[in-house]
């Protein structure tokens, strides 16, 4: 088979490689030992300046991408001023890895047809395989469609929720949402520990056993001899981050409870310094938990290079993996090769991995009590049971972990991955992010195509800037296919901006909006599309400010002509005007519809699913209007979609992104709630923990970015679920009643997760 495998950490990479990276450099190895091809798409950066390079005999073949910081090279590697462009707006984005993804899905487009790949791999932490896989569902991309396997490594949400991370932070919930889609359209999921496996079905209510399990390989892990003097008084030994997840504050509690009655006993950390914070810096935040008399028993190596690790654990005598959520853990597997026994928490894939007694120490309860107790255990182990616990955890790991059985596992699951054929990736999931429902569930709105309905109509309003109308006409007439029909909408036909344009053009229809609002005025535009026999099979409302780039009709009707489930489709879009101020969302989903639209101003809704909607609601205020529009399509079922490519500017993200808490926006904010009750108050809780998010929401150019508290009040006023006195004390005390739904969430997730 011919293998493609996506991973931005497989070394060398600028930062030292974590687990991911350590996986993917073992099995592509194995992989192209056993006679398979693999190709794998990893960072171009100063320490990896080859583009590509091979090795195994030509088996193992490594393309580079350019890294974040090599701008300079993406013109070149691309050959398109657009695409550099979209380089740039993905690099400048809350989340700036979606650079890598789509640098690293368009070349594995390329590799599919030239290589003629088999099947492709990719981890869902930072979703570096999502706009392979959205352009695949879309129906762009190559015409062999190998099949996508995602291995599950560490989610950001669980890695954000253990660290005690704002989840609403607009980098992890982009990653998140991101994710989620990965694994919602995986043909198969991989996952190294039975552990996590069976938390992911739970948490994204996949089917029980749709995950298979196969270990993480043993690499080049080396045993080493220590001499009696280690097993006697070596180290303690604590190799991996230190961040919250990892449990380093509960260890670092256990080891200072436990070390006076223990004097010989000494503790190494070795890893990055992550507990750090604006307030105070990492080391000052260790040096306050441990006293005084017993710091020169405490040792912090700081991060090491990985070929600088075996020295360390040569030094040791027990190994620690303390976590308080961990997959299957590099650091225990390579500790338990060395020959340590290993103290270890329950909540991660050591529990697959150590016997406890027998190689190592599973804690009996969770938190610092349960650290000390096992800490205790082993340090009252005689030196000579230390050795033979280490011997016992080198045989057991290297049985579960060996080499050659686990690539024979890996080649016969993706064999069968391969004869089976990719199915899931096909599918646009219609309801993420909603804990809810499954991921994988079929669309709440299938919906059979209209041979009938042909091309995209276009409405054009020349509300505010009448004098921009000929150049909006001028990309309409560059379109590669031409708009099925074209509507101008303007207060006075007769204007002298205008009417120039009509007169040259004069196959479009003309509406004049007079007094009345744009819902009203683009409810006539779309009745006289109708009334002319057109039968368009969806509908794009612009501003004369808006600028199309030539494929936006071709793009539009294409995914809806691929996609009957689709009933909205959104697009990258830039400010007109700018050179670096983009819009760039996920697909649009709720609940964070609720908050802001995330449908670009440049956007196609499906005739269907306008007509069913009941076209635009009259009275909406301007701006609302689309917003309204766009939750109602959602709200009945239809799938929305961004097409992740730039295919327009538009001068209306700068009007949006200027609309304020004042009278006439709250009215209008008030209905787009009150038309939906039910699906808010089922999002109340969701909604309170984004919108308090100052991270997001305050961040200039997005929409209600200083006002979203009042949003929220209003929210909160408009769902059956909060009793008017929790509302009242709202109101009136900051926050304290929003941090117990805070919490109450967050015991919500733990339980889910």
Not at 79 to 93: I, V
Not at 97 to 113: D, I, K, N, R, T
Not at 204 to 232: A, V
Not at 265 to 282: K, M, P, V, W
């Amino acid at each position: 088979m011919k293998h493609l495998i996506i991973c931005s950490e497989y070394p060398p990479v600028p930062t030292s490689p974590g687990g991911i990276g350590t996986y993917v450099f073992h099995l592509a190895q194995l992989l192209a030992e056993a006679g398979e091809t693999v190709h794998v798409i990893s960072q171009l950066w100063q320490g990896a300046p080859l583009k590509i390079e091979k090795k195994c005999q030509g088996k193992l073949i490594i393309h580079r991408v350019p890294s974040l910081e090599k701008k300079s090279l993406w013109h070149d590697n691309f050959g398109s001023q657009k695409r550099a462009r979209e380089l740039e707006a993905l690099l400048q984005s809350p989340f700036p890895p979606q650079c890598f993804s789509w640098q690293a899905s368009l070349l594995a487009e390329e590799l599919v047809e030239q290589e003629n790949i088999d099947i492709i791999e990719s981890q869902e932490y930072q979703s570096p395989l999502y706009y392979f896989q959205l352009r695949r569902a879309l129906g762009f991309g190559p015409k062999k469609y190998p099949p996508c396997l995602i291995h599950l490594h560490s989610p950001t949400e669980f890695i954000a929720l253990h660290n005690q991370w704002d989840i609403n932070y607009s980098f992890f919930q982009t990653a998140k949402r991101l994710e989620a889609y990965s694994i919602a359209t995986a043909d198969a999921l991989l996952c190294p520990s039975q552990f996590f496996a069976r938390q992911a079905e739970a948490r994204y209510q996949l089917e029980t056993g749709s995950i298979k399990t196969i270990p993480l390989p043993l690499g080049d892990s080396p045993f080493l001899e220590r001499d009696q003097e280690t097993w006697n008084n070596g180290t303690i030994c604590y190799i991996g981050r230190l961040e919250e997840r990892k449990g380093i504050l509960e260890w670092l509690e256990a080891a200072v409870a436990i070390a006076p009655k223990y004097p010989n006993a000494q503790f190494e950390f070795i890893g990055a310094n992550c507990l750090g914070s604006d307030r105070i810096n990492g080391d000052e935040f260790l040096k306050q938990r441990i006293p005084a008399d017993l710091s020169p028993r405490f040792h912090f190596r700081g991060q090491q290079k990985r070929s600088q690790l075996p020295q360390f654990l040569q030094q040791a005598r027990i190994a620690v993996v303390p976590s308080r959520w961990e997959n299957f853990p590099n650091t225990c597997v390579e500790a338990m090769c060395s020959g340590l026994p290993v103290i270890a928490s329950r909540q991660g894939g050591m529990v697959e991995m150590i016997e406890d007694n027998q190689t190592g120490w599973l804690v009996k309860e969770s938190g610092s009590e349960g650290l000390s107790e096992a800490l205790e255990r082993a340090l009252q182990t005689p030196p000579d049971q230390l050795r033979a616990m280490g011997d016992r955890a080198c045989v057991s790991i290297r049985q579960l972990c060996d080499n050659q059985k686990i690539v024979e596992e890996q080649i016969a699951f993706r064999q069968e991955i391969v004869n089976r054929g990719a199915k899931q990736s096909f599918s646009v999931p219609p309801n993420l992010p909603w804990i809810e429902n499954s991921l994988a569930s079929p669309p709440v709105r299938p919906h059979r195509l209209d041979p009938s309905e042909q091309g995209i109509a276009v409405v054009i309003t020349c509300f505010r800037d009448p004098h921009l109308l000929g150049k909006c006409w001028q990309s309409l007439q560059k379109q590669s296919q031409k708009p099925a029909a074209v509507v101008i909408v303007a207060k006075k036909l007769t204007d002298n901006s205008i009417s120039p344009v009509l007169e040259q053009y004069k196959q479009c229809f003309t509406v004049e909006q007079g007094d009345e609002d744009l819902a009203t005025a683009h409810n006539k535009a779309i009745k006289a599309v109708l009334s002319s026999g057109c039968k368009p099979l969806g509908f794009a409302f612009l501003n004369a400010g808006d600028r199309l780039e030539a494929d936006f009709i071709t793009h539009c009707e294409s995914v809806l002509q691929h996609c009957p489930e689709v009933g909205l489709i959104s697009s990258w879009t830039q400010y007109l005007g700018t050179r670096d101020k983009f819009w760039l969302k996920p697909c649009p989903s709720f609940p964070y519809q609720w908050l802001l639209n995330e449908a670009s101003p440049l956007s196609v809704v499906r005739a269907q699913a306008l007509y069913q909607v009941g076209s635009f609601r009259v009275g909406m205020a301007e701006s609302f209007e689309f917003w309204d529009l766009v939750n109602g399509v959602m709200a009945l079922g239809w799938v929305a979609v961004t097409l992740p490519e730039i295919l327009g500017t538009s001068l209306r993200l700068w009007q949006m992104s200027r609309l304020n808490a004042s009278h006439s926006d709250s009215v209008a904010y008030e209905k787009i709630l009150t038309r939906f009750p039910i699906l808010v108050e089922r999002d109340v809780s969701d909604l309170i923990l984004i919108a308090r998010s100052d991270k997001i929401w305050s961040r200039p150019l997005l929409l209600f970015g200083e006002d979203n508290l009042y949003r929220l009040k209003i929210i909160l006023c408009y769902s059956q679920g909060l009793s008017w006195y929790l509302l009242t004390k709202f109101f009136n005390i900051s926050w304290d009643v929003l941090a117990k739904l805070k919490r109450k969430v967050e015991q919500k997730l733990k339980k889910s997760s």
